[in-house]
Nanobody, 121 residues
Framework: QVQLVESGGGLVQPGGSLRLSCAAS????????MGWYRQAPGKERELVAA???????NYADSVKGRFTISRDNAKNTVYLQMNSLKPEDTAVYYC???????????????WGQGTQVTVSS
């Protein structure tokens, strides 16, 4: 019933920028942490950035200073602003959210479908 819908992926040149968005919808009581993961060919999935409901953030070392995660709680949406993109950033990016559907139940992890980001000259 809960759905995460991603947008904003695409092809960009090195040094360029993209902004990914992920909107949660459905039967949502509250959303705790939200984050972005990525998986590149031949690589394991890794956490790129995460943000709590209060706005605390953490980033993978490889993206610090270049990527910024943010959220709009009123819209149940998380964003990933990606600047100074490198070919090494090429991957499928997945949105993740820790969501309660009821005040009486523990939160579950939900995932977006993934969006391709390709950085190439």
């Amino acid at each position: 019933q809960v759905q995460l819908v991603e947008s904003g992926g695409g092809l960009v040149q090195p040094g360029g920028s993209l902004r990914l968005s992920c909107a949660a919808s459905g039967s949502i009581f509250s959303i705790n942490a939200m984050g972005w993961y990525r998986q590149a060919p031949g690589k394991e999935r890794e956490l790129v950035a995460a943000i709590t409901s209060g706005g605390s953030t953490n980033y993978a070392d490889s993206v610090k200073g270049r990527f910024t995660i943010s959220r709009d709680n009123a819209k149940n949406t998380v964003y990933l602003q990606m600047n100074s993109l490198k070919p090494e950033d090429t991957a499928v990016y997945y949105c993740n959210a820790d969501i309660r559907t009821s005040r009486y139940r523990d939160p579950y992890d939900y995932w977006g479908q993934g969006t391709q980001v390709t950085v190439s000259s």
